[in-house]
Nanobody, 129 residues
Framework: QVQLVESGGGLVQTGGSLRLSCAAS????????MAWFRQAPGKEREFVGV????????YYAVSVRGRFTISRDNAKITVTLQMNSLKPEATAVYYCAAGPEPGVDGTYFYTNYYQYNYWGQGTQVTVSS
């Protein structure tokens, strides 16, 4: 069982940065791939990025590649999402999720929300134009 709590959301202007954190509980944290998803009003939950259990590999949606960075600290059982050069279309509720790592050390990742087992409550990010 893993419990997840996100923090760090807020209001930022276009081009600004935000850093989201996800605090986890559970002894097997390092065995899970940790992903970030987002959901805008009226839209489906969208994959943002994922990091392997060891933290050695990451994979990002094309729309955020080069601007967002995921990192994790298995000792502190936290995951962060650093978001730079934010655009208004990034406005959404952001969720962290824990799920299986189908490939060996990040050679393959799941990118669909239904493939992840544990979810946080979400944190709102609003990017003003």
């Amino acid at each position: 069982q893993v419990q997840l709590v996100e923090s760090g959301g807020g209001l930022v202007q276009t081009g600004g940065s935000l850093r989201l954190s996800c605090a986890a509980s559970g002894r097997t944290f390092s065995s899970y791939a940790m992903a970030w998803f987002r959901q805008a009003p009226g839209k489906e939950r969208e994959f943002v990025g994922v990091i392997s259990g060891s933290g050695g590999r990451t994979y990002y949606a094309v729309s955020v590649r080069g601007r967002f960075t995921i990192s994790r600290d298995n000792a502190k059982i936290t995951v962060t999402l650093q978001m730079n050069s934010l655009k208004p279309e990034a406005t959404a509720v952001y969720y962290c999720a824990a799920g299986p790592e189908p490939g060996v050390d990040g050679t393959y990742f799941y990118t669909n929300y239904y493939q992840y087992n544990y979810w946080g409550q979400g944190t709102q990010v609003t990017v003003s134009s």
